[in-house]
């Protein structure tokens, strides 16, 4: 059964900070809270935010110049610092930082409830910085210069009004920023339309509009590459969530379209153009497969050749995960079989590659590689590599330019793995596919209380990841986490995303549902002892576990999430993402979308397992009237539900205060559903 929008008695939630509606919230909020913020919702606080802030935890670096730079987070600094210290520093015990930013002074100062988003420094003196702020955690932020040895933002500096977009350095005086703001200068999406070159002291209105893309695209975007002998701008126009075009120049007014493949993943470093492929393509004679990650000189493309070097070739259930450039070499992380593996390739005399393994990287199911010095002017060919696995904590190393490794941090142990085993298993779905499972817990000879988690879209892939304080909350009192590896995560390259889009995205909740059925069948729980878990996408997976496979689950936690797929392209991000799901004001796409459209799918006829809502009201990516109108509507129906949503917090918590009291809260809940037997 559907309901059509016109019909939609909840329709007034959708309007986020009307006094009816923000009424209502604050009812069901402090309801759920008053249900589940007990003694041991607070206990479970405690030691998540206590495991979140340790001064031990691993700082995550980034190197400009000569100083390495972090933001960090702990219990006397709820909003963060941002700080910097010497590389020789940081290896110590207790690094010299100095604080360069203090965000809970500024947020008292000011009066404003910032949250910190990163910084873009200005090459090569990184003596000025744009810090990007954001109230309350939101996509959108403002863009403020800032002195960074005056510690001061510069009075009269660049500063650019709250909005979705970006803004990088041309020269001291000059920004290039991408910008929704003005009129008609937003994609229906709401992120940037057009790209301005905009000079100290001029009017950012009047600032030229140096390059555009139109109203039904995602975004549009642009940068500066400023090292000698390498300097070009370039531009990507997003034309749906999976195509684009990608422009470059040596100047804004030649920059000209790189003639490849819509979908593909493109890259341009220095005298390199990469490509990673989505799907087969026929150039220069041969036909190079999906997942392929071709390399070419960018100055010989451009004159017309068309001979790639072919830097990986997939396999069957081995592809490329991702790929960094350090100065002269490009370190390739390939995930086969769900387990990580690095290679290093270099550029040779003659235009050729040299491909080989790292070597003597530690033993890990998951290892992240990120070059030191980003994407700077100057830079080095050390890289950081973080290595990680479910039980074992993870540590972060410096990998040289000799292939030699250092582990720089270890992060503390945040949790008891003795008797936790990490098992893999395989579901088998209705069309006979294989879906890889990681069961996490202690082995029992009964039924324990069992978190199923996944997500299933937009080519994420779910890898393991230290457990840290859910590992101590959960795991240790004798619970079970499942992580599944469904269909429309990118696990196994494109063909397994494309298998999970939009007419398959049933296809990748039925993928779920499958190994739901098959934890039940291996003894490993019961129904009323499993619960479904996911956020943003992922809550829409788990808001079809409820009203597609009520019978499958005893809980549902579901968090950020898309459910009225009927109207999701009308709210804020929403069109954005058409190519994932489809376009519900096509028929023939509306057909497939009515059949996972949460919302519209809740049957006052059913019974449904208890639900727990989260979403948040400065989330300006997934509208919180989705969660908002799935709550109102299951209340009406008689159903067991609970509804929470915090001021601020976007599309994720805004700082490990409320991570750590949301985490809380639906731990709390699963308590009251499915039990644990630590509590």
Not at 111 to 135: I, M, Q, Y
Not at 202 to 227: K, W
Not at 279 to 295: C, K
Not at 397 to 409: A, M, P, R
Request: charged share 25%.
């Amino acid at each position: 059964m559907t309901t059509l929008a016109a019909d939609d008695p909840h329709l007034w939630l959708e309007e986020v900070e009307s006094d009816e509606a923000l009424a209502w919230v604050r009812e069901r909020s402090g309801q759920t809270a008053d249900a589940l913020c007990d003694d041991a919702f607070r206990a479970d606080q405690d030691a998540l935010y206590e495991l979140a802030t340790l001064p031990t935890n691993i700082p995550l670096i980034s190197r400009r110049g000569d100083f390495v730079y972090n933001f960090w987070q702990d219990a006397d600094h709820v909003r963060g610092i941002w700080r910097r210290t010497t590389l020789d520093s940081f290896r110590s015990d207790e690094p010299d930082w100095d604080v360069l930013l203090d965000l809970d002074a500024l947020a008292r100062d000011e009066d404003a409830d910032w949250v910190f988003k990163g910084t873009t420094s200005r090459e090569p003196e990184h003596d000025r910085v744009l810090v990007n702020l954001s109230r309350g955690g939101s996509d959108a932020g403002v863009i403020r210069e800032y002195d960074v040895s005056a510690r001061a933002f510069v009075e009269g500096g660049f500063e650019v009004p709250e909005s979705k977009g970006s803004a990088t350095w041309v020269d001291d005086d000059t920004l290039l920023v991408s910008t929704e703001l003005g009129e008609g200068n937003a994609t229906a999406s709401g992120y940037p339309r057009i790209v301005r070159l905009w000079s100290r002291g001029a009017s950012f209105d009047q600032a030229p509009v140096v390059f555009e893309g139109v109203a039904t695209d995602i975004y549009v975007g642009g940068g500066l590459d400023r090292t000698p002998g390498h300097e070009r701008y370039y531009f990507r126009r997003q034309i749906t969530f999976e195509e684009g075009e990608t422009w470059i120049g040596a100047s804004v007014e030649d920059v000209v379209r790189l003639d490849l493949p819509l979908d593909a993943a493109v890259d341009v470093d220095r005298s390199w153009l990469t490509l990673r492929l989505k799907s087969d393509w026929a150039v220069g004679g041969t036909t190079h497969p999906a997942d392929t990650y071709l390399a070419i000189d960018v100055d010989a493309f451009l004159a017309g050749e068309r001979e790639f070097h072919v830097l990986f070739a997939p396999a069957p259930r081995q592809v490329l995960e991702g790929a960094v450039w350090t100065d002269s070499r490009l370190l390739m992380t390939v995930l086969d079989n769900l387990e990580n593996r690095v290679l290093v390739a270099t550029p040779v005399d003659g235009g050729d590659w040299k491909i080989e393994p790292v070597q003597g990287l530690p033993e890990a199911t998951s290892l992240t590689v990120m070059p030191l010095d980003g994407g700077a002017m100057r830079r080095t060919d050390d890289a950081l590599v973080w290595v990680t696995s479910f039980l074992e904590p993870s540590s972060m190393g410096l990998l040289d330019g000799t292939g030699s490794f250092e582990v720089l941090k270890r992060a503390p142990r945040a949790f008891d793995p003795a008797g936790l085993t990490v098992s893999r298993h395989e579901a088998v779905a209705d069309d006979g596919e294989r879906i890889p499972y990681f069961q996490i817990g202690r082995p029992s000879a009964d039924p324990v209380p069992t978190v199923l988690y996944g997500y299933g879209g937009f080519n994420v892939s779910m890898l393991p990841a230290y457990f840290g304080g859910l590992g101590k909350v959960w795991l240790e009192p004798g619970n079970t986490w499942v992580i599944a590896n469904i269909r429309g995560g990118g696990e196994f390259g494109a063909g397994w995303h494309k298998a999970g889009m939009r007419e398959g995205k049933r296809v990748a909740q039925d993928d779920f549902a499958c190994v739901a059925r098959d934890l039940v069948a291996r003894g490993v729980t019961t129904v009323p002892q499993l619960a479904g878990y996911g956020g943003s996408n992922g809550g829409l997976l788990v808001g079809n576990m409820l009203t597609r496979f009520p019978e499958c689950f005893g809980a549902i936690w579901c968090t950020v999430p898309l459910l009225d797929m009927q109207r999701y392209t009308k709210l804020l991000a929403g069109a954005s993402w058409v190519a994932e799901y489809g376009d519900p004001d096509v028929a023939q796409d509306w057909e497939f979308l009515q059949k996972i459209s949460a919302y519209q799918l809740v049957d006052s006829s059913r019974d449904y397992p208890p639900i727990l809502l989260v979403t948040s009201r400065r989330d300006d990516r997934v509208h919180p009237g989705h969660a908002r109108k799935m709550a109102a509507k299951l209340e009406s129906a008689g159903q067991p539900v609970r509804f929470y949503e915090p001021e601020d917090g976007g599309h994720g918590a805004a700082n490990k205060k409320q991570a750590a009291f949301l985490s809380a809260l639906g731990l709390s809940f699963l308590r009251s559903t499915i039990g644990s037997p630590g509590h």
